[in-house]
């Protein structure tokens, strides 16, 4: 399998699924803009979007994928059929009896993490209501998750990295039609949600059918905790729930902070969060989904030298690419946010307030990137307390980040913190590897960042000056030349960016890899 291709493969599907979901974004923003309604559907959706995170795609997936990895390449068909169906039953009927619960606390869990908002009662029974009714998408993303995870130890990718685009097109319907039947418009984005999850779910079925892996589910919801596969799973859970959580509970912490910082700041570090997502997810989420199945079977086969070459090209991509891109968001934040937003209720002051989170989350954008490189290397080799650890002191470190920051940038300080809080964890992933000697870097590597630092300077200057020549929300009036101009500017940006690496004597012939 060529690597290479196979992850311009992932990344045009996350490509799709990344402009859809900026063109949901620009619909959302145009609807809503930024006020206490948009702050009440973004924090009733952060609550099921976190245990989906937690218990299907973050934690689950770190235990599920290198077992199953080794099912499928050591104990044969029958028994990798056997472990999946027991998964899934476990999985799918622990999260709907989460949903159930859930839907029944919403109340109490949007006082923790949302004190600010009960200044404004409307918008707090509003969120309660939206956060009720987007529970239960947590149980479709759990079947989501597991369907992702057989798939891609298959290595049948373009599936789930299509996936997400069903939510987008979702969010896009309700955004555009199903806001005209709802008294109060912004229920309507919660029910397109729900929407989306199940045609995640449905686009799941057909292709898990093909490979002869679709799940039996039981009606008992204790059938399958006999098997030692999903006990082995479930051990690998429980700190990888803790790892993941750390995260997670950073994100509620910062929101509880932005919800304190004024109306529409939660919107605000959101629709910066968006455009930080679209090259985190291009690279980091479409890396770590390549990398983690064929470490994992490298980890299986026991053949270092194929793991610790996996990695050297994954991080040289991510260095070639997240450099650019970091540089890239943090001179066009402006520009990017006002072609994306600045239309409908998102006005100019909108466009500022949301920028600078974005310029802050660019700082930390390489960080992410590196997490995300970095993490499949310790899951490959069912090592979960290591990134745990890592990921609890990354916690404190991002909160008392928070105590310099917030205070004197507001909400991109929370961003800032984030991003620096991103960059020390994969500092410490990466020292973790080197002292293990899981990997060791091939040759090369100086020569390789001082021509990037040369021409990301270049580049990075050439787009300043460039985006600087224009007044980007004066041009509101003439949305597409506006989009023309930020198009153009990247591609300029780009250009200069490979020409230079070229000039400099950059091979792409370099980064062109096999998997075994």
Request: proline share 3%; glycine share 12%; aromatic share 8%.
């Given at each position: 399998m060529n690597l290479l291709k196979t992850l311009a493969a992932i990344s045009s599907m996350t490509m799709l699924s990344r402009i859809t979901g900026l063109l949901r974004e620009s619909l959302f923003a145009r609807a809503f803009g930024q006020s206490a309604y948009t702050d009440a559907f973004i924090v009733a959706f952060r609550i099921p979007n976190l245990l989906r995170r937690l218990f299907a795609e973050g934690a689950f997936s770190q235990a599920f994928v290198p077992i199953l990895s080794e099912y499928k390449n050591q104990h044969g068909e029958t028994a990798t059929k056997g472990l999946v169906d027991h998964v899934a039953n476990s999985l799918v009927w622990a999260t709907v009896i989460t949903s159930i619960v859930g839907i029944i606390g919403s109340p109490v869990l949007l006082i923790f993490i949302a004190s600010g908002m009960r200044d404004n009662p409307q918008a707090f029974d509003a969120s309660v209501l939206m956060t009720r009714m987007m529970f239960p998408y947590i149980a479709c993303m759990s079947f989501v998750a597991l369907a992702g995870g057989v798939l891609n130890t298959w290595r049948q990718f373009k599936i789930p990295a299509f996936t997400p685009v069903l939510l987008n097109l979702a969010s896009i319907f309700g955004a555009l039609v199903l806001v005209h039947f709802f008294h109060t418009p912004i229920y309507a984005m919660a029910v397109a949600t729900m929407i989306g999850g199940l045609l995640q779910v449905g686009i799941q079925i057909p292709a898990l059918m093909k490979i002869g892996m679709l799940p039996r589910l039981s009606a008992n919801p204790f059938a399958g905790l006999h098997d030692p596969g999903v006990r082995r799973i479930l051990q690998k859970m429980g700190p990888a729930?803790?790892?993941?959580?750390?995260?997670?509970?950073?994100?509620?912490?910062?929101?509880?902070?932005?919800?304190?910082?004024?109306?529409?700041?939660?919107?605000?570090?959101?629709?910066?969060?968006?455009?930080?997502?679209?090259?985190?997810?291009?690279l980091g989420v479409a890396l770590g989904t390549l990398l983690l199945p064929n470490l994992s079977k490298a980890s299986v086969e026991g053949d270092t030298a194929e793991y610790s070459a996996l990695l050297n090209w994954g991080l040289r991509l991510t260095f070639l690419l997240a450099l650019p891109a970091a540089v890239g968001l943090a001179v066009m934040a402006k520009p990017l946010i006002a072609a994306l937003f600045n239309y409908g209720k998102f006005n100019a002051g909108a466009v500022e307030s949301s920028a600078a989170p974005l310029m802050a989350y660019a700082a930390g954008l390489l960080g992410i990137i590196l997490v995300k490189t970095l993490a499949p290397a310790f899951y490959a080799r069912q090592d979960i307390r290591t990134p745990v650890k890592i990921a609890v002191g990354v916690l404190v470190a991002t909160q008392l980040m928070n105590l310099?920051?917030?205070?004197?940038?507001?909400?991109?300080?929370?961003?800032?913190?984030?991003?620096?809080?991103?960059?020390?964890?994969?500092?410490?992933?990466?020292?973790?590897?080197?002292?293990?000697?899981?990997?060791?870097p091939h040759a090369g590597w100086t020569s390789f960042f001082l021509r990037l630092v040369v021409a990301v300077a270049v580049m990075g200057a050439v787009t300043w000056f460039v985006q600087s020549q224009l007044d980007w929300t004066a041009m509101r009036a003439h949305p597409w030349l506006r989009v023309g101009a930020v198009l153009g500017i990247i591609c300029v940006a780009g250009a200069t960016y490979f020409a230079v690496l070229l000039a400099l004597g950059f091979k792409l012939r370099d980064f062109k890899r096999s998997a075994k």
């Open positions: 729930v803790f790892a993941v959580s750390a995260a997670q509970i950073s994100l509620l912490i910062n929101t509880s902070i932005a919800t304190n910082l004024g109306e529409g700041a939660v919107s605000a570090l959101q629709y910066a969060d968006r455009l930080m997502e679209f090259p985190t997810g291009l310099v920051f917030v205070p004197i940038l507001g909400v991109a300080g929370l961003a800032l913190s984030i991003g620096m809080g991103a960059c020390l964890n994969a500092g410490f992933l990466y020292t973790g590897l080197r002292r293990r000697g899981i990997y060791n």
